[in-house]
């Protein structure tokens, strides 16, 4: 069941995962992407960040869609201190990223963009997790086998990574992976 509203979702990502949650949800929902420069401000506040992307991913769909749907667009950060943590470019780049991770707390942030032709509604959500200390043969194994180039901060909590290495999560579980789900249902209730 779905919050009654009188859209048609579209999710603006490729992501796969989000693509799942939803689907998990019962929900339909069409596809429409658009590439998206997903540069910010440098002075933007961190947690600021993912909503001023998602809103860019969100605009960018919104020339393609009709006045009876609304655009979901996420876009999710890795956060360390004051550093930002996107997708590595290659092995090396995630395992200096798991390295740092490693032994710490750190945020993940995912801002949310909700859309129509007349509306915008945008919110974000944070998770504290905490990493045990890892080992470079568990860190080398994870991206040999688990490649994680599209995952913000190297890792997936849902793969091997996150079931051996995450000592505990403080917030929403779902929103690790991409989108808050629990959140995202009370949220849509603004198009009520």
């Not at 796969?16 to 002075?43: A, G, V």
């Not at 000592?167 to 579980?173: L, R, S």
Request: hydrophobic share 40%; aromatic share 10%; proline share 5%.
């Amino acid at each position: 069941m779905r919050p009654n509203i009188p859209y048609k979702l579209v999710l603006a990502s490729k992501s796969p995962r989000r693509q799942m949650l939803l689907r998990q949800l019962n929900w339909t929902f069409d596809i429409i992407t658009q590439n998206t420069d997903e540069s910010y401000p440098s002075s933007l506040d961190i947690a600021k960040v993912p909503i001023y992307i998602a809103k860019q991913k969100a605009s960018a769909v919104l020339p393609k869609i009709s006045k009876n749907q609304l655009i979901i667009a996420a876009d999710t950060i890795v956060a360390l201190n004051k550093t930002i943590f996107g997708k590595p470019k290659n092995a090396t780049d995630a395992f200096r990223i798991l390295q740092q991770l490693s032994g710490k707390k750190h945020k993940v942030i995912t801002g949310v963009c909700l859309q129509t032709q007349k509306t915008e509604h945008c919110f974000s959500c944070t998770t504290d997790v905490f990493f045990k200390t890892l080992s470079e043969q568990q860190m080398k194994y994870y991206i040999d086998h688990y490649k994680p180039y599209d995952k913000a901060g190297a890792y997936a909590i849902q793969e091997w990574i996150g079931m051996i290495g995450i000592e505990k999560i403080d917030g929403c579980y779902f929103n690790v992976m991409g989108l808050p789900l629990s959140r995202l249902y009370e949220e849509l209730s603004f198009f009520c």
